[in-house]
Every structure is written in structure tokens, then in C-alpha cells.
């Protein structure tokens, strides 16, 4: 069966400042979290924030979720500071926002290094401006530490003049730019929050839309998200026995000595076994998260 990434369906971003929240996020059943220093954090409260959330990751308590911190931005007055404490007590990763440039990603691999940060501890870029969508893969190129893009599309719809229109057509050029550099440098890619918390119909369809471009997972603003998102992003029952069938018809094909293989009528390659493979690996992954 083929390696598959952890499971990332659903990222939810948490604000850092807020204890109860923290707490919370440990009964949450998302994929991943992203404890937030930026955008969530007012300008007087970013030190108690970071170390509200340094606190958290080295007190631990949950379980199986990937955990992340969100620092400030480079050229920020805080991105050093939440640098050097990241660090300290090595979260699964550390999320960057507005990520332009490979030399960014050397700069943001270097300040962790020099600070101690544990090999395991990854760089999630976030790409959420034109010229980063343009720089793509130079981005997901720069650095083996770099694992993960974030869509940053509330920036990116920001830095168009776009407006949010249900499909997102405004942002089909910079969602499928990304998704090609990411699926060329063997990255993982998160599509971007959903912001109507109330409009559930609209979000099940932008999830839906989602997977059917090829993002991994969905990242998140409402903890309402999770569920749907996780169905989204996982492989159906349907999914998974069709990926049986199609492995099964062509190892017996293989072992008869045929070539040509067909299940339902359907001509099989090794392109659909990939694939089938791929779909198996990743419920695999799932099914272990409990």
C-alpha cells in the first residue's frame, strides 16, 4: 500500500490569547490545530498570547491532533520573539503567513535552526498574495522543512480586489497555481477558511469543491466546520471498496499473465492502481486517528 501524508482534512485555527479556548481544542475531533499568534492576537496581548500557547504545546493533552503555532509575520516586531519560543518547545510545526520567496523560507529555516527548533517541527507556508502565488514553486521548493502550504484566500481576494462569489472564480488562477507547485515539489496544500459559519450549505460545497481540485484538507475559523469538513475530505465507503476492486482485478490480471484489465466495464492502468492505493492508504490513515 502507498505511503500516505497524516491526515489533514480538517486545520482549525484557534486563538492564542484565549485559554478556554485552548483547552477546548482538546476535545475537538480536527485533524489539526493551529494555535494562532497573528491575526487573532490584539497588538498589547501578543507576548501573553505566545506564551499562552508555548504553554499549551508543552503542556500537551491532545492526543493524536497535529499542533501548530501561527507566529507573526516576517518584518514584524513579534516574528523573532515567537520564533525563539516555537522553538522551545517544538510544535509539529510552525505556521508562516505571507510567505513571498524562497530566500523567506531560508530566512524562516535559519531563525529556527538558530533557535534550537527539533527536526521534527516543520515550516507551514502560508501563500496569500499575488506574487506568491507567481513564486509558487520556488516557495515549495526552497526547503525540505517545508511541508505544507496554507491558501491564505481572505488576503489573496484582499490583494485581487476580488470579491467572495460562491465557486470562487476570482480565485481559480491563484487556488490551481498553487495546487501545481505544491503536487510538483511533493508538498501537501490546505485550501483556505470559509467564512460564513452559519451558511452550511455553502461551505459543504466549497469543501466539496476542494477535494475535487485536489487540496488535502480544509482549514478552518468554527469548530461547526469540523464534521462536515472531515466527511468532505475523506474517502467514501463507495471509494474505498471501488479501490479494492480495481487492486484485486489487477493483481489477478498480473498473476495470469494479462495485460489488459477491466473492472465495470472500465479499461484499468496503472494510473487508477496509483490512485486506488493512494485512496486505501489514506483511510488507513484516518481510521488510525480513532
Same mark, same amino acid.
Given at each position: 500500500?502507498?505511503?500516505?501524508?497524516?491526515?489533514?482534512?480538517?486545520?482549525?485555527?484557534?486563538?492564542?490569547?484565549?485559554?478556554? !479556548?485552548?483547552?477546548?481544542? =482538546?476535545t475537538?475531533?480536527?485533524? +489539526?490545530?493551529?494555535?494562532?499568534?497573528? $491575526?487573532?492576537?490584539?497588538?498589547?496581548?501578543?507576548? $501573553?498570547?505566545?506564551?499562552r500557547?508555548? +504553554?499549551? &504545546?508543552?503542556?500537551?493533552?491532545?492526543?493524536?491532533?497535529?499542533?501548530?503555532?501561527? &507566529?507573526?509575520?516576517?518584518?514584524?516586531?513579534?516574528?523573532a520573539?515567537d520564533?525563539?519560543?516555537? +522553538? =522551545?518547545?517544538?510544535?509539529?510545526?510552525?505556521?508562516?503567513?505571507?510567505?513571498?520567496?524562497?530566500?523567506?523560507?531560508?530566512?524562516?529555516?535559519?531563525?529556527?535552526? !538558530?533557535?534550537?527548533?527539533?527536526?521534527h517541527?516543520?515550516?507551514? !507556508?502560508?501563500?496569500?498574495?499575488?506574487?506568491a502565488?507567481?513564486?509558487?514553486?520556488?516557495?515549495?521548493?526552497?526547503?525540505?522543512?517545508?511541508?505544507?502550504f &496554507?491558501?491564505?484566500?481572505? $488576503?489573496?481576494?484582499?490583494?485581487?480586489?476580488?470579491?467572495?462569489?460562491?465557486?470562487? !472564480?476570482?480565485?481559480? /488562477?491563484?487556488?490551481?497555481?498553487?495546487?501545481?507547485?505544491?503536487?510538483?515539489? /511533493?508538498? *501537501?496544500?490546505? $485550501?483556505g477558511?470559509?467564512?460564513?459559519v =452559519?451558511?452550511?450549505?455553502?461551505?459543504?460545497?466549497?469543501?466539496?469543491?476542494?477535494?475535487?481540485?485536489?487540496?488535502?484538507?480544509k482549514?478552518?475559523?468554527?469548530? /461547526?466546520?469540523?464534521?462536515?469538513c472531515?466527511?468532505?475530505?475523506?474517502?467514501?465507503?463507495?471509494?474505498?471498496?471501488?479501490?479494492?476492486?480495481?487492486?484485486?482485478?489487477?493483481?489477478?490480471?498480473?498473476?495470469?499473465?494479462?495485460? *489488459?484489465?477491466?473492472?465495470?466495464?472500465?479499461?484499468?492502468?496503472?494510473?487508477?492502481?496509483?490512485?486506488?492505493?493512494?485512496?486505501?492508504a489514506?483511510?488507513?490513515?484516518?481510521?488510525?486517528?480513532?
Amino acid at each position: 500500500m502507498a505511503d500516505a501524508p497524516r491526515p489533514r482534512r480538517s486545520v482549525l485555527y484557534m486563538p492564542g490569547a484565549n485559554e478556554r !479556548a485552548l483547552e477546548k481544542a =482538546k476535545t475537538l475531533p480536527a485533524d +489539526a490545530l493551529i494555535l494562532d499568534l497573528e $491575526d487573532s492576537v490584539a497588538p498589547d496581548a501578543k507576548a $501573553d498570547g505566545r506564551e499562552r500557547v508555548c +504553554a499549551a &504545546v508543552a503542556g500537551g493533552g491532545y492526543g493524536k491532533r497535529e499542533l501548530t503555532i501561527r &507566529v507573526n509575520g516576517l518584518g514584524t516586531a513579534w516574528h523573532a520573539d515567537d520564533i525563539r519560543a516555537a +522553538a =522551545k518547545v517544538g510544535p509539529d510545526a510552525i505556521v508562516v503567513p505571507k510567505v513571498n520567496s524562497a530566500a523567506e523560507v531560508h530566512a524562516i529555516e535559519e531563525a529556527l535552526e !538558530a533557535a534550537g527548533a527539533p527536526d521534527h517541527t516543520s515550516i507551514w !507556508a502560508m501563500v496569500e498574495t499575488p506574487i506568491a502565488m507567481l513564486r509558487a514553486q520556488e516557495i515549495a521548493a526552497a526547503s525540505e522543512r517545508l511541508t505544507v502550504f &496554507v491558501m491564505g484566500t481572505n $488576503d489573496l481576494a484582499k490583494e485581487l480586489h476580488a470579491e467572495h462569489v460562491p465557486g470562487r !472564480a476570482p480565485l481559480l /488562477g491563484g487556488l490551481s497555481l498553487a495546487l501545481l507547485a505544491a503536487r510538483a515539489e /511533493g508538498k *501537501v496544500i490546505l $485550501d483556505g477558511v470559509y467564512n460564513d459559519v =452559519k451558511d452550511l450549505d455553502g461551505f459543504a460545497a466549497e469543501c466539496l469543491q476542494g477535494r475535487q481540485f485536489g487540496f488535502d484538507g480544509k482549514t478552518l475559523i468554527h469548530p /461547526g466546520q469540523i464534521d462536515p469538513c472531515n466527511q468532505a475530505f475523506a474517502p467514501s465507503e463507495a471509494e474505498v471498496a471501488q479501490s479494492r476492486k480495481i487492486i484485486e482485478a489487477f493483481e489477478a490480471a498480473a498473476a495470469e499473465g494479462r495485460g *489488459v484489465v477491466t473492472v465495470d466495464g472500465r479499461m484499468i492502468e496503472n494510473l487508477h492502481v496509483d490512485n486506488a492505493r493512494r485512496i486505501l492508504a489514506v483511510a488507513a490513515a484516518i481510521d488510525e486517528l480513532g
